[in-house]
């Protein structure tokens, strides 16, 4: 019977294997959390290629009537992005910037790209890039017609479509007149509609190229919408020093800035799978 008091309880216990004579076979199995990670990644690369093969069946749908308008349709016109694009109506040039904008988010969250969705962003820029440049030529076109036409409610419409793919694209851009103008139309779409969320963008992708700057991941920039009198961080375009510590923790492990000062990078538009199934779809209908 154990003595539960000074003295240990005499228990059976096998001996250490490095104190043992006996010969000790090392294990050739993986450890569980190995395989656990092989597991979820090989699943992790099935979803995200079917996601893209859904995208290209997608575009592959579409018929004649989504065809960008040949250049003896219009006067051609040039943008910092190239030619830009034009279409039959406003809708569908709104249905493909989101497209590509759907595409960039593809791939910026491939499994072999960083965790943290903002490192993403640089990590994927070469291949996001075409379809960064292809929102920028086809809102151009999108905003020719603002300034040469008063604003209808199909236009202001279509105006509003344009705010997130320019902001998901905007925030990779490292040429300094696609910057400009990407920011200047930004601004000019929120005096028209008088959407004040318009003007958040803006300063975003700005405070994403200065703090890529700071990195030494992108140009030099200065912020000409920020106000930097603003104690709003939304608004003043000071985003979080690269060498500050990071005080936040959530419950699913990210930390992506510290509670004081958030950026407004595109990617924080990019929420987890378990928070869009707490989406319900028939309460959106």
């Known amino acids: 019977m154990p003595f539960y008091g000074m003295a240990p309880a005499m228990d059976t216990k096998s001996m250490p294997p490095s104190f043992s004579s006996a010969r000790v076979e090392s294990s050739t199995k993986e450890s569980p959390s190995l395989v656990d990670i092989e597991t979820a990644t090989a699943r992790a690369l099935e979803e995200w290629n079917h996601l893209r093969g859904l995208n290209s069946l997608f575009e592959q749908r579409l018929g004649s009537g989504f065809q960008a308008l040949s250049a003896a349709e219009f006067q051609p016109f040039d943008t910092p992005f190239g030619s830009g694009i034009l279409y039959s109506n406003f809708d569908i040039a709104v249905i493909w910037m989101n497209y590509y904008m759907g595409l960039i988010a593809?791939?910026?969250?491939?499994?072999?790209?960083?965790?943290?969705?903002?490192?993403?962003?640089?990590?994927?820029?070469r291949d996001t890039a075409p379809f960064a440049i292809l929102i920028g030529r086809i809102g151009a076109g999108v905003m020719n017609a603002m300034t040469s036409s008063s604003t209808s409610a199909l236009l202001g419409a279509a105006l509003g479509g344009c705010v997130l793919p320019f902001f998901v694209a905007g925030v990779q851009l490292q040429d300094a007149h696609q910057r400009r103008w990407i920011v200047q139309h930004l601004r000019q779409i929120e005096q028209q509609s008088g959407w004040a969320s318009v003007g958040l963008?803006?300063?975003?992708?700005?405070?994403a190229w200065t703090q890529a700057a700071k990195m030494g991941q992108g140009p030099p920039y200065s912020c000409v919408c920020a106000d930097e009198k603003s104690g709003d961080v939304r608004l003043n375009g000071k985003g979080r020093e690269p060498n500050e510590p990071l005080s936040?923790?959530?419950?699913?492990?990210?930390?992506p800035f510290s509670k004081k000062a958030r950026l407004q990078f595109a990617s924080a538009l990019l929420e987890t799978e378990e928070e869009?199934?707490?989406?319900?779809?028939?309460?959106?209908a």
Do not use: F, Q, W, Y
Not at 248 to 255: A, P
Not at 276 to 284: F, I, P, Q, T
């Open 106 to 125: 593809l791939i910026r969250g491939h499994p072999s790209m960083p965790p943290a969705a903002t490192a993403a962003i640089g990590a994927a820029a």
């Open 201 to 207: 963008c803006a300063v975003g992708c700005e405070t």
């Open 248 to 255: 936040e923790v959530n419950d699913r492990g990210l930390v």
């Open 276 to 284: 869009l199934e707490k989406m319900s779809l028939v309460d959106l």
